[in-house]
């Protein structure tokens, strides 16, 4: 009688382990962040219709393409493509990004340096992109496992000591995807104007897509009499201190926007234009300029 009960609690514990294993095995793989192959779209807002205060999108799209050596270290290379309004390829980048033990690290000014902890400890973080390089504070909430397309995918909540929601304006960091707000951490900065939102994140395992009703990479089909600055009857310069406007031979109304929507400065030329921003402060602006019945919008960043 005991060596039935004996094998009976065998038989059990046998079939049990496992779903136990399963479990333990479902919450404690670690995700790599940016695997090969996985593609992130992103808006990137390009400018705005002064007359409707409509922000008009193109949008920023990253794929991890390949390992590579850099100082030794095996890292993942990112490439960036800026795609403007009428659908063109604005510019590139490339990023580098490598992780060990929970942690990622980011290449800038010729060192790797701590860009996001998944061990759900608090960390200080680098600001990759804006401002002086300083870190900042992340303190991390709570460490959950959320479903994103149907695979369970380490988050953490988590809270940062600058105050400007461009950061994480949804307090979330994601395994794999990162933050909603843009892959790499930036208060308000590089060239997109602002950073605006994931719209989608896919690679070989998870589609996951934030709003399913609008497509990875489209544009603004609503603003129809906006055109960029390539297409232009002028040339626009900006060298870090003068923002010059070359070719305008009739009647053109200027305006400068703040990341807000607020006019900074607007004016009437029917001449080349030189206007000195060394008082601006650092941060993204709007030129929209009218001209011939036509309006154009350029992105410019001030450091």
Partial sequence: MVNLMLNAYILRLITTLPLIFTVFTVFTQTNNFAPIGATWH?????????????YITGYNKIVCEIDTLIEGITCRKLHSSYFDPGGYLDQEKFYYTYESDGKVYFYVDGKFVLLYNFTGENWYAHDVFYGSGDSVLITVDSVVFELYDGSLLKTLYI????????????????????????????????????????????DDEISYY?????????????????????????????????????????DANLFIFNTQGQIIKEFKSSVDIHLNLETFPSGNYVLSLQ?????????????
């Fill in 210 to 250: 934030v709003n399913e009703s609008y497509a990875c990479d489209s544009l603004t089909p609503e603003v129809t009499d906006i055109e960029v600055m390539h297409s232009a009857p002028f040339t626009i310069t900006y060298n870090g201190y003068e923002l010059s406007i070359i070719g305008i031979c009739s």
């Fill in 42 to 54: 992103y808006h990137d807002i390009y400018g705005i219709d002064f007359d409707d205060t409509v």
């Fill in 159 to 202: 809270q940062s000591d600058i105050t400007s929601s461009l950061l994480f304006p949804s307090n979330k960091l994601v395994e794999k995807i990162g933050p909603f707000c843009y892959l790499f951490l930036r208060n308000g900065g590089d060239d997109s104007f602002p950073p605006s939102g994931l719209r989608c994140y896919e």
């Fill in 291 to 303: 001209s011939s019945n036509k309006n154009y919008s350029h992105k410019i960043v001030i450091l």
